[in-house]
């Protein structure tokens, strides 16, 4: 197991932006970018944070929103840190601040995701759509779910 601090969970800024795209990276075939990320920063529509292991990013969540839909664009925790509850507690901070803004939440994940599936129904997240071939790199349907929040 992985020597660690106390882990934090802080929000989107300039200082740990850089990270959270690394970390996209380790954890995506086709992640976005550092320059989208950074780009978000200045989205008033968006939300995102980053859970820290003394200074290096090992979580992290972005969501947009538009009036009171949320879409849950990437969550990823660092593989060494899986299943200690950190994508859970990276969620519950984006719920606790939505809270009174948004009513529903949205996301897609890939049809063999089995973890990212299976923690999403844990969170409350039901099937609502599926989009054969949706993803690339391999190619894959797309589970579409929702929650009420
Ligand atoms: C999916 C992912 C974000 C989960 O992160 P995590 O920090 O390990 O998740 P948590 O520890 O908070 O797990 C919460 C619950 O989700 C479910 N879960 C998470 N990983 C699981 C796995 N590998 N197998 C089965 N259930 C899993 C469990 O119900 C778990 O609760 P439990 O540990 O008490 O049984 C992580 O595996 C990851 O980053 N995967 C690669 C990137 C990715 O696929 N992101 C989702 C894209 S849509």
């Not at 795209?21 to 992640?31: G, I, Q, V």
């Amino acid at each position: 197991m992985t020597q660690r601090a106390e882990l934090t969970v802080e929000m989107f800024s300039a200082e740990n932006i850089h990270g959270a795209a690394e970390l996209a990276k380790r954890c995506f075939t086709t992640p976005w970018s550092e320059s989208i990320y950074r780009r978000e920063l200045e989205n008033p529509q968006s939300i995102g944070f980053v859970c820290k292991d003394g200074t290096a990013v090992i979580g992290m969540i972005h969501c947009n929103f538009v009036l009171d839909e949320l879409t849950l664009n990437t969550l990823c925790v660092d593989a060494a840190y899986r299943r200690q509850g950190i994508a859970r507690r990276l969620w519950n901070a984006v719920t606790e601040m939505m809270q009174g803004v948004c009513t529903v939440c949205y996301l897609e994940v890939r049809e063999h995701n089995d973890a990212a599936r299976t923690l999403y129904e844990s969170l409350g997240f039901v099937q609502n759509g599926y989009r054969p071939r949706y993803y690339s790199e391999p190619e894959e349907a797309a589970v579409l779910m929702e929650k009420q929040l």
